[in-house]
């Protein structure tokens, strides 16, 4: 079994959608809701408390999984994965977070790791409505790469693989033709008919390194501010702009800009009463409520997949 491990905007649908025109690969897509009710220190979540959450849960619900309520917590989890594999096929999964997490349920998985340049997620998560501005919006990508730093301290080396998206996009089938030699099938063109089956076009090279045409000087030193570490470690360079953190009187307008962004944009998404029900029936914990809301929310989300 494997996990596809990256962080959101990394560019995993992608690589979801090519892995599951594999003949002999099932990647059915995102799985976070796996493991994100597990603690730390592999705490399992209260089983009934987990259904609950389930119930209102968008991406669970679009997977059309059956919940045997006599299970525990582990054991439907095995479920799932049970439900979901196919026979003569390898089940591969997407994790966006916690993946030093997925060891205390499944200790023998092997992991995809993909990445992607942080000035580009950064960047695309403005346009998803995650952040108002990319000093926000890379904080994801940081909590994604120390998550997998936390994991590879878990397993061994030889259960990962590691991947850039911008390799990918470049040279996607000398990265494929590795990629499942790591998952032992035999490299298939059919990867590629993604392209005449989804809206996902074939690997673009333009998509690669958009950071230097659409991000200014200041917004590149924000996200090289904070992510200069972990670039290295992963071996993205930096720019040759000074490392210039924002100050403090910067702080406190991107934290402000951050919030007022997300805020008009969910109202602009769902309305402005949906958006208040929820709030309010969250504050004040009526339950009843706040499902329905999150139901409603679910439905406007929806619309907008790719």
Known sequence: ??????????????????????PEIRNPGEFDFLFDQVTE???????H????????HRIFLSKSLVIDKTLDYQSLIESFVEQLSIAESTLALNVHRGFDRIPFLFPNAKYIHLIRDPRDVARSSIGMGW?????????????????WKMLQGKVLAEQCF?????????SPSVVLKDLCTFIGVP????????????????PDPSLVRQWKKKLTIREIQYV???AKNLMHDLGYELSAHPLIPPSLIERFWLKASNKLFKLQFSINRHG????????????FKLDSLNKQAKMSMNEVDKQHLK
Request: net charge negative; charged share 25%; proline share 1%.
């Open 224 to 226: 090289e501010s904070k």
């Open 131 to 147: 952040a108002g501005n990319v000093y926000y919006g890379v904080e994801h990508w940081l909590e994604t790469e120390e998550s």
């Open 272 to 283: 402005f009463g949906l958006y208040f029900k929820e709030r309010f029936s969250r504050l």
């Open 41 to 47: 220190k592999g705490g399992f979540p209260e089983i």
């Open 49 to 56: 408390a987990y259904h609950e959450w389930l119930s209102s």
């Open 162 to 170: 590691e991947l850039q998206f911008e390799d990918l996009i470049l």
């Open 1 to 22: 079994m494997f996990f596809v491990c990256g962080s959101l905007r990394s560019g995993s649908t992608l690589l979801h959608v090519m892995l599951n025109h594999h």
């Open 187 to 202: 490299y298939s063109e059919k990867m590629f008919d993604y392209a005449d089956k989804s809206t996902y076009s074939k």
